[in-house]
Nanobody, 124 residues
Framework: EVQLVESGGGLVQAGGSLRLSCAAS????????IGWFRQAPGKEREGVSC????????YYRGSVKGRFTISSDNAKNTVYLQMITLKPEDTAVYYC?????????????????WGQGTQVTVSS
């Protein structure tokens, strides 16, 4: 059974930090790209960052570049999203997802498996 389990969310003040984890099981981790997505109330789900677990290449949306860092520990089948200098506009439910797109992308439709999400709330 494929499972993606996010953890690490919480309430933090603006300027603070959090590290999200995405623990994967039930599929060949090295063969999949892992993406982090977020969805705020009343807004569409958007890509935050993604990583090729095989190649290590990564992408970020512009608003998080320099503040968020994605990394993969293939021995643990886990992807992390380190978030620093958090802003109130980062508040959302954060999801990780696994997929095998033709090329690394933050398009949610290219991802097959999704976790349940973890809430991140940044207070001003």
């Amino acid at each position: 059974e494929v499972q993606l389990v996010e953890s690490g969310g919480g309430l933090v003040q603006a300027g603070g930090s959090l590290r999200l984890s995405c623990a994967a099981s039930g599929f060949s981790f090295d063969d999949y790209d892992i993406g982090w997505f977020r969805q705020a109330p009343g807004k569409e789900r958007e890509g935050v960052s993604c990583i090729s677990t095989r190649a290590g290449s990564a992408y970020y949306r512009g608003s998080v570049k320099g503040r968020f860092t994605i990394s993969s520990d293939n021995a643990k089948n886990t992807v992390y999203l380190q978030m620093i200098t958090l802003k109130p506009e980062d508040t959302a439910v954060y999801y990780c997802a696994a997929g095998r797109p033709r090329w690394l992308t933050m398009n949610p439709s290219e991802y097959d498996y999704w976790g349940q999400g973890t809430q991140v709330t940044v207070s001003s």
